[in-house]
Structures are given as C-alpha cells and as structure tokens.
C-alpha cells in the first residue's frame, strides 16, 4: 500500500523537467554565479547573478559618501534562475555598495564606481583567451585585483565550448573576486561557438549585458568612457562588404569629427596581423579594415586568438594580442618585420588615459613587466586657408622596445617543430594548385580519348554500311 501511495509522487519528479539552464551539479549553492556587474556608464549600471532554485531577484543599492537614500529593486513576472537589475538615477565618478538576494534569504555584497566625466584620467585593463587551464586564469583575475581599473575588456575565448554550461559557471567562479566589482566587457571568440553554434551565442548574450547599439545584438556594439570610444566588433563573421565594416566606419568617423573623443581602441578576437600560430586574420585585411581604421586615428587594436602577447605596428595601425589568461600557450610560427615585441607568456595588458596621453604596460602575473610604451596623441586638423589638413599624430614618449623586434632576440624564441615557420611572401604552388592542375589535364585527356573512341566507332560503322560498298 505504501508504495501505491508514493506511486503518484514519483511519477510527478520523474516527468517534471530539469528547470532550463539549471546549474550545474558542482556549482548548486544558494548563489550558483555572481553576483557581478555590467554595462557601467556614469547614471546607471546592471547587476546579475544566477541562483540554484528559481525565484524573482531582490538588489538593494546605496552610495558610499550617503548623499543619496537607497535603492531598492525587484524582479517582476515569472520565476527564474538567472536574474538581472539595471540601476539607474546615479552620478558620476561615484562609488556604491550593493546587496543582491539569493533565493533563501540571503544576501551577497559587492561595489562598482560609475563612469567619470570627459576629461578625467582612468585606467582599463585587457586580457583573454582564458579556457583550459584553471591555475594561470587565477593567477591573472588575482593580479588584475591589485590594479585600480575602471573596466577590463576580455578579447574572447573565455571558455572552450560555449554551448556547455559548466564551463560558464567556472568561468564566473574563477572571476567572482574581479567581476563583482569591475564590470568586464567581452568580445565573441571563436570558442564561444565550439560545438553549438546557437547555444553558444544564446549563453553568450545570457551572461553578458552590453551596450545595444550595434548591427549585432549583444556582440558588436561601442561605449564612450571618459574621453574615449571603445568599439567592440565580431571577427567571427565577415568584414568584406558587411553592415558591420559600414556600421564601424560610422561610429570611428563619428567620433574622428567630435572634439570630445580623443582616443578610439578597437576590439576583435581575431587580429589583421600576428606572428602565432593561427596567424593574420585574411578577410580583415581583404576588407580594408586597417585601413579604415588608421584613417580614422584609432589608437590601437586589440586582439586574442593566439595566446601569447605581441605588440607591432603595421600599415599605420598599432595592434596589441593579448591572449595568455588561461590558454595553452602557443609559440611563434613567423618573423614579421613588423612586430615590436613578442612573448608566449601568461598576461593581461594595463592602459592609462590621462587626457592626450595614453600609456601601455604588459603584465606577467605578480606584477613583472613584460612590454611598455607612451605616447601623445595630437588630433587631426582640417584644411585652413594656407593650411593642408593634418592626419592624427602620435608623440612617441617611451617604449621598452622600439619596432621592430630585433631579428637575433626573435630567432631565439623557441619554435614549436609542429608548427614550421610562416613568411608573409606567397608560398610556392601549394599541393590543392597542383591537384586542380592535374584533374583539368586528366579531365582534357578523357575528353579527347572519347571523342577518338566516338570517331573510331563512326568510322567502323560507315564502313560497314551497305551503301559504302561499291
């Protein structure tokens, strides 16, 4: 009797559905992701954090100097999992404390600081490709604490495979001390799409709130911070004749005719130009995109895909990879001329803007110095009566390594033997060249050869008809 009176309770757990996007089993704690901040600019920023069980999110948000009272948000409609607030009416250059429920009554705490005015000096931090090895992706988040930045930007690849959920939840594990403070704005790589396409894009606009106002929802879009623009773009996709490459042309041109904007820096997984393994990213360069992009004065271009740093400049465009958070490190496939440093090490890159001024600092985890340079940046000036017009300057202060790489320190970075050197000149015919060749001349041949049988037999046939006999 017993178990007939349970039957109907475990029909019930048996075919209720696992709750969509559950956590995974490891990560099932009251707070299974976050809390973490996103999308801060100087009146509003967002707070997200994932719970075990679903319920409606609750935040709580004051400011630290007491000048304003309390906020207090709530979710509405139906029950969830992954919760998000957007607090708004805040001021700038100020810092705030905040409270985010969890679905048991309790509450985790974190701070952010809103964005600060024009013209005020900030630091910003970048790093990617932060998948495989858990101890290295520490290793950076923790040195990236010790630095007083206002956002960080990671170049892509923050998890193997995309479409897997652990992943994501140890990637927010790894980064909870950082991201609950400092927002982090990403770029799409291309493990972000590993296995499922789809899945990979819908976790990736899941966890991540940016700016909506590119051609791409939730993966091209820009921010102005302070006196700089910041424009995020999608290599995975084509730059060849795209609303995208229209749409960036737009925004730098925008930006190129407003006083206010003295920097741009550009982001994207997969570079123009390297000297790793994967190498130069083809169709940007097919498109024209450096080329645009130094017509327009960008500051620099920042990349990932190849895990190392380097740091070149190449036709006019300053390039910085910044790839070594976590990924297996990768060694050096060419000599470019235009490389300036190279180093398959484990990084994040430091940048401090101080009105036209902008200084770089690569960092190795603890702090040691890898690369760093400083310049000044003068705006372009349009054409005057007795006056040419005058392209963007930039006022070299510093640099630890002046371009190019030395060729006897490039020759002794160790070379991977799975991976034979790349030059930038066009290689010999290739062996799919050679095939094509070979299949054209066999293709004539059989044509020919049927066309003789086909003549062999016509002739045969006449001969032997009746009215070729005399």
Known sequence: MLMLALLPVGLKVALTPRTAHAAPRGYRKPLALGPVVQNVDQTSASLAWGTNTECLGHAKVRATDGKEGEQKLQETGVLRIFHRVRVKGLRPDTKYLYDVSDCVGRW????????????????????GDCRSHKDRHLSVVESMLEEKAAFAVNTGDMVADGAKLHLWYQFFRIERPLLRHLPVYPVLGNHELQGSWKRGITAFRRYFEVPANGPEKGITYSFVYGNSLFLVLNSNASFVATTQTAWARAQLEAAASNPAIRHTFVFMHHSPYASGIHGENDDAQIAGLPRILT??????????????????????????????????????????????????TTHFVRITVRGDEVEYAALRPGGSLIDSFKYIKRPA??????????????????????????????????????????????PPPSASGQSTLILATS??????????????VWRSRRKNSPKAKP
Not at 414 to 419: E, H, Y
Not at 443 to 456: F, I, N, R
């Open 443 to 456: 293709l004539v041949s059989l044509a020919l050869l049927t066309l003789l049988g086909l003549y062999l």
């Open 108 to 127: 985790h705490s974190g701070s952010f600081r809103t964005a600060v005015s024009q013209n005020q000096p900030f630091t910003f931090l970048v790093y």
């Open 295 to 344: 017509k327009y004065g960008t500051d620099a271009l920042f990349a990932g895909h190849d895990h190392v740093y380097e740091r070149g400049e190449a036709d006019g465009l300053r390039y910085i990879i910044s790839g070594g958070c976590g990924a297996p490190l990768y060694p050096r496939r060419k000599i470019n001329n235009y490389t300036a440093w190279f180093e398959s």
């Open 381 to 426: 000036t349009p054409a005057t009566p007795g006056h040419p017009a005058t392209p963007h300057q930039f006022l070299t202060l510093a640099d630890t390594h002046p371009r190019p790489m030395p060729m006897a320190m490039a020759m002794a970075i160790p070379q991977d033997p799975r991976w034979p050197p790349k030059t930038r000149t066009p």
